[in-house]
């Protein structure tokens, strides 16, 4: 009889789909990574003058159209000061497959993965599916990886280490100097720094540091994708930035698993990448001005939240039932514990929906806190 992989039997469905399911069809949902703003009119444009003209009817490259990988090059270069060769791009299909590329082709049977706990629910899972084993890290009191605890976790068994700034589940952003140590680490001990910086945008306080810019080494892979900063997340196009040895590696898994990325989703995002960036800033203003809303609609129920300086996540403090009592009254809110065992006794909300919507579900969210206490 047929039985299914260790690997796949080593994972389950997340917990956030979980919470989902849960829920009612009319619920505010604050679960969803997914901003409200509509993808930029010059993306959406470019992907239909490609479907129009026939341009986006065949297979593209393995690693993707010149102009999408000149197009990330160049927002490298303009946005990270980093000198990030076409050649040295591969276009995917979002940044989960990205991350999945990083892994598949870095990680071998048995060998660990340096987590953050709480973290993206894909790290410990993708490690797993590459025959890995996640070692998650506990994190600050606000919610940042240290890099000193990322040091004291490597063993000869480690292949890489995660960092993920602005981070999802907490809204947490790494300090230069975090990320300076990063890369040191890195280099040092020969392990792979790979750098998820899908949020990379979306910053209130301070700056976004990608640790690839300090590394003296190839030691580190840039993960990043469209999807939060230009709201394209249905468009699954995302790409890998590393030297041209770690990206022959990772494109031998791209071009079995994937072929290429989607033809259309490739023309609309180099177009998003090299056009106007208006749309962005304003997203992260709205995203700013609903954080502000939210932290105070949490004080005021006396939830305890850890000030998010990135992305459109915050991750208070949740009183034991809160959770499910916000679900019956319906407001979908992720458990902390879905990110992790470091995520028990939080309760991760996205604020990535209409600021009218998201005053309602403050209101429901503090007669919840009121119920349980």
């Known amino acids: 009889m047929t039985d299914f992989s260790d690997r796949v039997e080593s994972v389950a469905i997340s917990g956030i789909r979980e919470v989902f399911e849960a829920a009612g069809g009319d619920a505010i949902n604050l679960g969803l990574g997914q901003p409200d703003f509509p993808t930029p009119d010059h993306a959406r444009q470019a992907a239909v003058d490609a479907i129009e003209s026939g341009a986006a009817d065949g297979y593209t490259s393995n690693a993707g159209i010149p102009d999408l990988r000149a197009a990330v090059s160049d927002k490298h270069a303009r946005d990270n000061d980093l000198d990030v ?11 989960s497959e990205a991350l999945h590329l990083a892994m598949e082709a870095h990680v071998s049977s048995g060998e660990e993965v340096i987590v953050p706990d709480p973290g993206f629910v894909s790290y410990a899972a993708l490690t797993h599916l590459a025959g890995g084993e996640p070692v998650p890290i506990e994190l600050r009191d606000d919610l940042t990886m240290s890099p000193a605890a990322v040091e004291e976790a490597i063993t000869d068994d480690t292949a890489a280490f995660v960092v993920n700034s602005p981070a999802n589940p907490t809204g947490a952003v790494q300090s230069e100097e975090d990320m300076r140590e990063f890369a040191r680490i890195a280099d040092e001990h020969d392990v792979l720094c790979i750098s998820d ?15 690839m810019k300090f590394a003296e080494t190839d030691n580190v892979v840039v993960v990043n994708a469209c999807s939060k900063t230009y709201s394209m997340t249905g468009w699954r196009l995302g790409w890998v930035a590393a030297s041209e040895r770690r990206t022959d590696r990772m494109l031998r898994v791209h071009q079995y698993v994937q072929a290429c990325a989607s033809a259309p989703a490739q023309y609309a995002a180099a177009a998003a990448l090299s056009g106007p960036q208006d749309p962005v800033h304003e997203m992260v203003d709205a995203f700013e001005q609903r954080r502000d809303v939210l932290l105070d609609g949490l004080n005021d129920a006396g939830l305890d939240t850890p000030t998010p300086e990135g992305a459109f996540y915050a991750m208070p403090d949740a009183p034991e039932g809160w959770v499910d009592e916000c679900l019956d009254r319906g407001v979908v809110v992720v458990p902390g514990e879905a990110f992790g065992d470091g995520g028990e006794g939080y309760a991760r909300i996205s604020y990535a929906t209409g600021i009218e919507e998201l005053k309602d579900a403050i209101e429901i969210m503090n007669d919840a806190a009121s119920a349980v206490r």
């Open 197 to 211: 910086e899908v949020y990379e945008h979306i910053v209130f306080e301070g700056e976004h540091h990608s640790p």
């Open 85 to 95: 060769d076409p050649d040295e791009v591969i276009a995917t299909a979002g940044g």
